[in-house]
């Protein structure tokens, strides 16, 4: 019985020194990424150390090195870029269809026929026509007691 549980105690000391060497490595790791995660928000809420980095990264040393032609844009098109911005253009809508128009309150058999007719030649905008006659509630009572 005593090599029993001598056996156990053995086990047991061995899973608890792993458990400690598996806790202090994660306690590293969520060190390392704590301080990685200040590290990219002191780049991203400092302009000053963004531009700095944003230099380094795309200078002659940086892991994407930009030529000196590509960075430095030529001055005429540096003045056609100021020139945009003194004579605003307002941006230009896109030519929609217009939503189709229920019929005025009245026979909803003729709703329902032209609502057919709607359908067959531009379903897209069919639900339009839907949600303009919900104004005329008997339209939709009609079609109740017929399909009942």
């Not at 809420?45 to 380094?56: G, I, K």
């Not at 430095?72 to 020139?83: F, H, I, K, L, S």
């Not at 605003?88 to 269809?97: F, H």
């Not at 005025?104 to 303009?132: C, H, K, M, V």
């Amino acid at each position: 019985m005593p090599k029993i549980l001598n056996d156990y105690a053995c086990q047991l000391e061995d899973s608890l020194i792993q458990t400690n060497q598996q806790l202090i490595e994660a306690v590293n790791l969520l060190q390392e990424l704590s301080a990685e995660h200040k590290a990219y928000e002191t780049i991203l809420t400092d302009p000053d150390v963004l531009a700095d980095y944003t230099c380094e990264f795309f200078g002659e040393n940086g892991p994407y090195p930009i030529p000196d032609e590509q960075a430095a844009p030529a001055a005429p098109q540096m003045a056609q870029v100021g020139q945009q911005f003194q004579r605003p253009v307002a941006p230009q809508r896109p030519e929609m269809p217009a939503p189709p128009q229920p019929q005025a309150q009245g026979n909803p058999t003729e709703f329902w026929n032209s609502f057919g007719n709607l359908a067959d030649r531009d379903p897209a905008n069919a639900w339009r026509y839907l949600n303009a006659a919900q104004q005329n509630p008997e339209v939709f009572r009609q079609k109740l007691l017929v399909m009942e």
